[in-house]
């Protein structure tokens, strides 16, 4: 696998002049390898749309480059890129019919009849368009259109292939379903894909990595485990699934990343991504909701006062008061544990693999 | 249940509904009255006079219309005049729009201005110039002649370049908004694909916006062929419908033959609007929302800028030309004879015209209001409320869009001169006759600002202010009339241009008592006082200029932000 194949080189754009100027992407560097499915994550505003067009090279970079099989592409213009996106609103020609929307790029680097016809039958027949290639994108469901779009880019055998957002127009179920088709096929295909998503479970659900991205500014970089076990910051803990926060000190480092911190008075060995800290640092330690298991009241442990307790069928949902601070605790399978009620004082146990530190930050 | 079942539940339902709030049920029938009366009636009107000869039916007018020169050949020649119009027009307000949309033209504020100011002057200013600039004793006459040999500016050459003018902008304003609205990502995608700059233009943005096109074609079409004070001026020995079936009503007193003509200008406008109506915009592949998508602009290669650039240019210089020209014009002793430049023509313009300006304010500031209450009252009822006849109601309000201002002063004439069942008032000679024959000329205006505003307020909206138990008058009146009151002042604003330099129409009911500026300039140009006309135009364009100047401030105060909406046709 070729470790480079799209790079990002401190990629910036700077929108707007004067004192209205606005840095949607920051200093951005990504590798992203041969065959892989890496997905930009962030909130609306984060600059992920931006970084992509750039790829597509419907946005010049301010500054930084862009590389392609190590080829510098920043200023080529987009017809002459070899990437091929998927628009969120699938942009499917209104005035073409699904045969001559997914051919049309053919035809415009002119092959051969005859090839166009073959290739595009195939590919109707991989997305599961068959039998509608007469008809117009205006009669066809959504998640129809959005095939045609995946097929329109995929016949042109892209070398990246990038997706913006192409499920947000989808309704939930379908949603599911087309995603897990989208990385089958694109599994199938083993193509390069750049995909951009405000929608966490999505990008886990699809991802080989996950690329967090707020502020213009890459955050991590990693597997979507990687992203959820041992975010680097408060940012990416409290934008992946749910998180618990509690303040604490660092007594100090046992080895290499592990190291000894003071939370509530109680001391906890945590492993840490982060090889140093030092003495007395302020840190956040935090922990997932289904990674605490409640217990009746114990001396010397952890307590608190249940406040509130939500029941979910496949899960329990705690809101447990420690001292200031408040828990959300989650017990899956909820029938095989004792329910605890409101106002009983709990001790509460934190599953020691789940833990993990961030650097303290003003919130 | 059945279908008619079904259809009767539905009717009831609706009328029951109705039932429940008097008042709304009441403004039904008042506008229906309305329409009726000063809409169809009318138009009933010229057609029934056409089909009677010495009070006796007799269809021998329309047995003659392919026998007879006086009928085929005004018919003929509208249309080729039509035609010629609108396939240049549209041509060149394509151009504007492209470069204004897709280009990056600088200045593009200044030529967006420039391109749509022939809109607020009144239409025959242009044909004024063209006499200034190429007529018998035009500026550029002895220039012109020395390259091109003897010419002459009356006839269809004349026209076509001066109905271009005046009207290229109702295509570019049309185009615009098509070309603003198509989506950019089409034209990314296609880029994306593999196309080039011509390859997108030629294969996305063309066909995309042929619908547009032929929109726009259809309503420069309209208005060339109903174009009034154009030919008047400048047509010469080539005859047209309008001024035809003026000259045989106020000439020769011949209402029959007068209402044939007007019948036979009649048909070919309402087709190309039904046709553009009914079938061009069911074709379209983008609504204008009225939303601009911030279409994609990008580099552009210098064979697409160099020409584009170069026609924006030389129509813009064309413009400035023409009404630079009416300037000069107005400045002059005694047009073709003495050119020491004067300002008397504006003092005399003063004393002569000082009662017509009077009228024309009067009665478009009396019939302003009215026109932009109504049109907005109806854009609401069009939209929003379900009863019996609203379909109609929509059809004959649509109406007024497509029929001639001849055809309707003529219809004027003819039923407001005596009593009526439906009116048993007589008009003729009044203000009134000006101020109801304005209203419902320009109520479309009004109704087109209403309805591109209140289909971009979502329904909830007005569904929350009854459901808190407000009735179809009372959330109009608070919800939805602050919503589109920048909607409502931009409607006034084109009513008032519209009624200030209005001719085709009003030329029929004029009085000795009751005048208007634009028929006293009519009469100056008819009598060669160049000047003084040029002094006049200047001096209407000047008022409608502070007018829009002044509800462009209204409308600044009180929307937030919202847009103005640019009224076409």
């Known amino acids: ?363 | 249940m059945t279908g008619t079942q079904r259809k009767i539940r539905e009717i009831t339902e609706q009328f029951r509904l109705i039932w429940k709030e008097p008042l709304l049920f009441i403004s039904i029938l008042a506008i229906f009255y309305f329409l009726l009366t000063f809409v169809a009636f009318p138009i009933f009107q010229v057609f029934k006079t056409s089909l009677y000869i010495n009070n006796k039916l007799d269809i021998s007018n329309y047995l003659a219309i392919f026998s007879k020169r006086y009928y085929f050949q005004p018919f003929l020649n509208s249309m080729i005049l039509g035609v010629c119009t609108a396939t240049i027009g549209t041509i060149v307000g394509f151009i504007f729009a492209y470069a204004l949309t897709r280009t990056t033209l600088p200045f593009k504020n200044f030529f967006r201005m420039t391109a749509t100011f022939p809109i607020i002057s009144p239409p025959f200013v242009v044909a004024l110039a063209a006499i200034l600039l190429f007529g018998r004793s035009g500026s550029l006459t002895p220039y012109l002649t020395k390259i091109i040999g003897r010419y002459s500016i009356y006839g269809l050459g004349g026209l076509i370049i001066v109905e271009t003018i005046a009207y290229a902008p109702t295509a570019f304003l049309v185009l615009y908004g098509i070309l603003q609205a198509i989506d950019p990502a089409l034209e990314e995608a296609s880029m994306d694909l593999g196309a080039s700059d011509i390859k997108v233009f030629s294969t996305i943005t063309l066909p995309l916006a042929t619908p547009g096109i032929a929109s726009a074609w259809l309503l420069v079409f309209i208005q060339s062929i109903a174009d009034f004070g154009n030919p008047m001026v400048i047509s010469g020995d080539f005859r047209v419908l309008s001024v035809q079936a003026f000259l045989q009503i106020t000439g020769m007193y011949d209402l029959s033959r007068g209402s044939t003509l007007a019948i036979l200008l009649l048909l070919p406008t309402l087709t190309a609007f039904f046709v553009q109506k009914y079938w061009v915009s069911k074709r379209s592949y983008v609504t204008v929302t009225g939303k601009p998508t911030g279409a994609m602009i990008k580099k552009i290669e210098w064979y697409i800028k160099v020409p584009v650039y170069t026609c924006c240019v030389v129509f813009t210089g064309i413009i400035f030309l023409f009404y630079g020209m009416i300037v000069y014009g107005s400045l002059q002793t005694l047009w073709g004879v003495d050119s020491t430049l004067t300002l008397k023509n504006y003092v005399e313009m003063f004393q002569v015209g000082k009662d017509y300006l009077i009228d024309s304010l009067t009665l478009s500031t009396v019939a302003t209001p009215v026109t932009g209450i109504l049109g907005m009252f109806l854009a609401f009822l069009i939209i929003r409320k379900k009863f019996m006849g609203r379909g109609l109601m929509e059809f004959i309000s649509m109406l007024t869009f497509a029929v001639p201002g001849t055809v309707v002063g003529i219809g004027y004439i003819l039923a407001f001169n005596q009593k009526s069942v439906l009116f048993p008032f007589i008009l003729t000679g009044t203000a009134w006759i000006i101020i109801t024959l304005l209203i419902f000329r320009n109520m479309p205006v009004g109704i087109r600002s209403g309805i591109a505003s209140l289909q971009q307020i979502d329904p909830s909206i007005e569904e929350a202010s009854t459901d808190l138990g407000a009735d179809s008058n009372i959330t109009f009146r608070r919800v939805t009339l602050p919503m589109i009151a920048p909607a409502f002042f931009s409607g006034l604003a084109y009513s008032f241009v519209k009624a200030m330099t209005a001719i085709s129409a009003v030329i029929f009911v004029v009085s000795g008592k009751w005048n208007l500026i634009t028929v006293a300039i009519l009469g100056f140009v008819d009598n060669f006082k160049y000047a003084q006309a040029a002094a006049m135009s200047l001096t209407l364009i000047f008022i409608v200029l502070i007018a829009l100047g002044i509800i462009q401030l209204i409308v600044n105060r009180i929307g937030k932000g919202a847009r103005t909406i640019e009224i076409v046709g």
């Not at chain 1, 990437?83 to 053919?106: K, S």
């Open chain 1, 1 to 363: 696998m070729k470790e480079d194949y799209l790079v990002l080189e401190n990629l910036t754009k700077v929108f707007g002049s004067g004192k209205n100027t606005v840095t949607a992407v920051d200093n951005v560097n990504l590798r992203v390898r041969k065959g892989e499915l890496v997905t930009l994550l962030g909130p609306s505003g984060c600059g992920k749309t931006t970084t992509l067009r750039m790829i597509a090279g419907f946005e010049f970079p301010t500054s930084g480059k862009i590389f392609i099989e190590d080829k510098e592409i920043s200023t080529v213009p987009p017809s002459q890129r070899p990437t091929t996106m998927v628009f969120q609103n699938y942009a499917l020609f209104p005035h073409m019919t699904v045969f001559e929307n997914i051919a049309y790029g053919l035809r415009i680097r002119r092959e051969a009849e005859k090839n166009i016809r073959e290739k595009t039958e195939k590919i109707i027949n991989l997305v599961g368009l068959k039998g509608l290639s007469e008809r117009s994108p205006a009669h066809l469901s959504g998640g129809q259109q959005q095939r045609v779009s995946l097929a329109r880019s995929l016949i042109m055998e892209p070398k990246v292939l990038l997706l913006d957002e192409p499920l947000s127009n989808l309704d939930a179920k379908l949603r599911v379903s087309t995603r897990l088709e989208i990385r089958k096929l694109q599994q199938r295909v083993g193509i390069t894909s750049v995909y951009v998503t405000h929608d966490q479970e999505e990008a886990m659900t699809l991802s080989d990595r996950v690329v967090i991205m707020n502020t213009g500014k890459i955050q991590q970089i990693g597997t979507p485990q990687e992203i959820y076990a041992h975010p680097v910051n408060y940012f990416v803990a409290d934008f992946i699934g749910k998180a618990n926060f509690l303040e604490g000190r660092v007594v100090g480092m046992i080895s290499k990343n592990k190291v000894e911190v003071d939370v509530k008075n109680k001391k906890y060995e945590v492993f840490t991504l982060k090889d140093s800290f030092s003495e007395g640092e302020k840190i956040f330690l935090l922990i997932r909701p289904e990674s605490i298991e409640l217990e009746n009241k114990k001396p010397n442990a952890l307590t608190g006062i249940v406040r509130q307790l939500i029941y979910l069928g496949s899960r329990m949902i705690y809101e447990i008061e420690v001292d200031k601070d408040h828990l959300t605790v989650e017990i899956t399978n909820p029938q095989e544990h004792k329910t605890f009620s409101p106002g009983e004082e709990v001790s509460i146990n934190f599953k020691k693999k789940s833990l993990h530190i961030i650097p303290y930050e003003e919130i």
